[in-house]
């Protein structure tokens, strides 16, 4: 069973950075697209950024040029760096993994952005 597990959220000022750190179980393989995804108060999840085996990333447009995704497939792990971030960036943020049919999610972290 695959198991994602994110940290690194938390408070930040407008304008401030945090990067939030998924690792997954051993059965994460290196093939699979790994991505973050965010839900706000009252709004539907939505995708924030998503990266595939060869690095190919793609971005919500209201993050483009603030986030970046990496990933680390020796150590099963994905990154999300924030910076300029706003209140609109507050939400829960949720790891995820996705093969084929397949696709799993983390239990989320909070990340809220205000002065």
């Known amino acids: 069973q695959v198991h994602l597990v994110e940290s690194g959220g938390g408070w930040v000022q407008p304008g401030g950075s945090l990067r939030l750190v998924c690792v997954g179980s051993?059965?994460?393989?290196?093939?699979?697209?790994m991505g973050w995804y965010r839900q706000a108060p009252g709004k539907q999840r939505e995708m924030v950024a998503r990266?595939?085996?060869?690095?190919?990333?793609l971005y919500a447009d209201s993050v483009k040029n603030r986030f970046t995704i990496s990933r680390d497939n020796a150590k099963n792990t994905v990154y999300l760096e924030m910076d300029s971030l706003n209140a609109e960036d507050t939400a829960v943020y949720y790891c995820?993994?996705?093969?084929?049919?397949?696709?799993?999610w983390g239990s989320g972290i909070q990340v809220t952005v205000s002065a």
């Open positions: 995820h993994a996705e093969y084929f049919d397949f696709q799993a």
């Open positions: 051993k059965d994460i393989k290196e093939n699979y697209v």
């Open positions: 990266i595939a085996l060869g690095g190919t990333t």
